[in-house]
């Protein structure tokens, strides 16, 4: 499974796809012309390569592009579900948030720092990441408390719920 893909290698595939299909396009017309003029059809390799080829080009591509694009969206939606299901739940303060440089639909994606307060364990820093939407860029500021879950095994993961109360 494809963790991240750049928006120039989106960029690529996509260059990629319309140059197939237009190859496929003047193949079939080439094609067609010979068999207009009489002319004896391709080697049977020839035609499972070009087969294989539009295959590649209607099938292979836009799938990775889609699973490149929706992939990672999805893989932290599972996670951030898994833990608010069977997670230890905490009260923390966002300590500093910022930009990772990626765009997830239109979403600038954030990585947010947070002191986590689990109730009668020591505090521990952890952070998590997710694209931000008009709404969260307004909730989630510097100095606010949330609500987070976490996993007892693995104070690295966490999902930030729900903004409780803002500290000054």
Sequence with gaps: MIARVSDLALV??????????????????????RRAAGKQRPARVVRLSVALLGL????????????????PATRADRVRAELVQSGTPATGVITEI??????????????VHVTVEPPGAPSFTSEATWAFS????QTYRVGAEVKVFFDPTDHGAIAIVDVTAARR
């Design 98 to 111: 910022e930009e990772t440089g990626n765009v997830i639909n239109r979403r600038p994606e954030v990585r």
């Design 56 to 71: 590649l080009v209607a099938v292979a591509f836009p799938a990775l592009m889609i699973t490149a694009i929706v992939g």
């Design 134 to 137: 008009v709404k969260d860029v």
């Design 12 to 33: 690529v595939l996509g260059v990629l796809e319309v140059l197939g299909l237009v190859g496929l396009f003047v193949y079939v017309r080439v094609q067609a012309k």
